[in-house]
């Protein structure tokens, strides 16, 4: 009499692993593989973040040396408007001792007055200039935001599919899918938008 059962247990036994090791294992690749291309996006769209900041920074410096510009001439055409009025003050000294005024005090008066509108034109397009600068720094930072936002979705994605992969929880994986598509949408926007 056998103390044992008659059915061989471990071939069967060994069966049922496998066939469950094949199943976990197809399930761990394909984590496996969207983790890498959700690490792949990620990178992406940290390399974007990158560049779309160091381009904002650039043209803040830019605007920044514009405005600088901007107030030099200013001061120059305020400086012309100096000299017309000390031109002005000789020519009303003269006129105030009841002696005419040389005649080069008018035309130096009218001459300031020229230069002053095309020093004014001059700091007016670089204040235009400046304002465009800042404008397209401040829809880069914005991009950069988007991105930056993308890259943590990502990040959260692939925390997901590693303890995914870790409980062997399908569910858990889809979360991490569901995380991918949402960084990914946001990063299309941000790279479109």
């Not at 605007?63 to 055409?77: F, G, V």
């Not at 100096?82 to 031109?87: E, L, S, T």
């Not at 009841?98 to 020229?114: D, F, H, I, N, T």
């Amino acid at each position: 009499m056998p103390e044992g059962p008659e059915v061989e247990t471990e071939k069967l036994h060994e069966a049922i692993h496998e066939e469950l090791e094949r199943e976990g294992g197809s399930l761990l690749r394909t984590i496996a593989l969207t983790t890498a291309l959700l690490a792949a996006l990620a990178a992406v769209a940290s390399l974007k973040a990158g560049a779309t900041v160091n381009e904002a920074l650039l043209l803040k410096a830019e605007a920044t040396r514009l405005q600088a510009e901007a107030s030099d001439q200013w001061a120059y055409y305020q400086a012309k408007g100096i000299k017309a009025a000390v031109q002005e003050a000789t020519a009303a000294s003269w006129q105030a001792a009841g002696k005419e005024p040389p005649p080069g005090l008018s035309q130096k008066v009218a001459r300031y007055g020229e230069e002053q509108k095309e020093i004014e034109e001059r700091a007016r397009d670089l204040e235009r200039e400046r304002d465009r600068a800042s404008a397209e720094a401040e829809h880069l930072l914005h991009q950069h935001h988007r991105f930056a936002n993308a890259v943590a979705l990502f990040q959260v994605s692939i925390a997901l599919g590693a303890v995914g992969a870790l409980t062997r929880n399908k569910l858990v994986w889809l979360g991490s899918l569901l995380g991918g598509v949402g960084g990914l949408t946001i990063a299309l926007y941000a790279l479109f938008a």
